[in-house]
T-cell receptor, first 117, second 115 residues
Framework: DTGVSQDPRHKITKRGQNVTFRCDPI?????LYWYRQTLGQGPEFLTY????????KSRLLSDRFSAERPKGSFSTLEIQRTEQGDSAMYLC???????????????FGPGTRLLVL | AQSVTQLGSHVSVSEGALVLLRCNYS??????LFWYVQYPNQGLQLLLK??????LVKGINGFEAEFKKSETSFHLTKPSAHMSDAAEYFC?????????????FGAGTRLFVKA
């Protein structure tokens, strides 16, 4: 169990550029989540995958954001035409479904900190 | 709708003193409740979780939390603070048995530990 990894750890970009982040979950975990965390706030849910299916998206996820999990393993989060307001920490978490819904533990990666200039 | 309120964005204690971080939740059904800790530039680490078993939940690093349904609270405590406990703590609520579920986090409480 190597834990959840995210790449890159830091990204600085200019407004209007596209960025892509990668998340590698714990290998046997079938659920994967993306969150956004701004300074002084808790993580905010963005989207959620069960295997390769994207089952839920927050209204925070504008049409400039897209996430994929093509083979049910790693996931990517792309932000197109970045804006300064996109500056935040993007966290990925994974879990294994317990069959009872929301009680399973989410394991978080170290996050990708994005700064849009 | 479910929500989480953490009372106090900052808490300062002396080393060896009691740590009490407050969390109140709102949920239309019995929730699952979590406490996570976040150290600078790191992801969140689970401290403990309540899943409708014992109301007093023991976690890692000497932390524990008590679920009080009548008060809709899930406060986090530790009898004696250590310098290494300085971090940001997040309370979270998650609904059971929802299809595409999500977890709602509080805004966090930053714990400072004075020598």
């Amino acid at each position: 169990d190597t834990g959840v990894s995210q790449d890159p750890r830091h990204k600085i970009t200019k407004r209007g550029q596209n960025v892509t982040f990668r998340c590698d979950p714990i290998s046997e975990h079938n659920r994967l989540y993306w969150y956004r965390q701004t300074l002084g706030q808790g993580p905010e849910f963005l989207t959620y995958f069960q295997n390769e299916a994207q089952l839920e998206k927050s209204r925070l996820l504008s049409d400039r954001f897209s996430a994929e999990r093509p083979k049910g393993s790693f996931s990517t989060l792309e932000i197109q035409r970045t804006e300064q307001g996109d500056s935040a920490m993007y966290l990925c978490a994974s879990s294994i479904s317990s069959g009872t819904g929301s009680g399973e533990t989410q394991y978080f990666g170290p996050g990708t900190r994005l700064l849009v200039l | 709708a479910q929500s989480v309120t953490q009372l106090g964005s900052h808490v300062s204690v002396s080393e060896g003193a009691l740590v009490l971080l407050r969390c109140n939740y709102s949920s239309s059904v019995p929730p699952y409740l979590f406490w996570y800790v976040q150290y600078p530039n790191q992801g969140l680490q689970l401290l403990l979780k309540y899943t409708s078993a014992a109301t007093l939940v023991k976690g890692i690093n000497g932390f524990e939390a008590e679920f009080k349904k009548s008060e809709t609270s899930f406060h986090l405590t530790k009898p004696s603070a250590h310098m290494s406990d300085a971090a940001e703590y997040f309370c979270a609520v998650s609904l059971p048995n929802t299809g595409g579920f999500k977890t709602i986090f509080g805004a966090g409480t930053r714990l400072f530990v004075k020598a």
